[in-house]
């Protein structure tokens, strides 16, 4: 968050402020899904660009690392729900949506 504060290229930024509806698909019910971050920013090109931005462990992204837990898999099934309400939400008003892990944060200089 400092660094949203700080970069000269982050015009504005908010965490927790954006609410999507969705349907939980375990249990039927209409809800709210609220993702990480909204961010403002300029690109390399000085393009003006918006994003929302859900941070999760990666083993909660890939399907193949939720072992057979039942709470993993239960919590995959949600989250898909959610984001595939956030890809809609944010495709409807020209934004992009995406989902970083710790190693896109942490990737130690090998990009």
């Not at 393009?47 to 072992?67: A, D, H, M, S, Y």
């Amino acid at each position: 968050m400092k660094f949203c504060d700080e970069h000269p290229s982050i015009a504005k930024w908010a965490s927790e402020s954006i609410k999507i509806p969705y349907r939980n698909p375990l249990t039927g019910k209409h809800t709210i899904y609220v993702p990480d971050f909204f961010i403002a920013y300029a690109d390399r090109n000085s393009k003006q660009r918006v994003e929302l931005i859900e941070v999760k462990p990666e083993n909660q992204t890939l399907k193949e690392k939720l072992g057979r837990s039942r709470a993993n898999q239960a919590a995959w099934i949600v989250n898909q729900a959610k984001w595939e309400a956030a890809y809609s939400w944010c495709k409807q008003r020209g934004i992009k949506f995406r989902i970083i892990t710790e190693k896109d944060m942490f990737h130690q200089g090998k990009r």
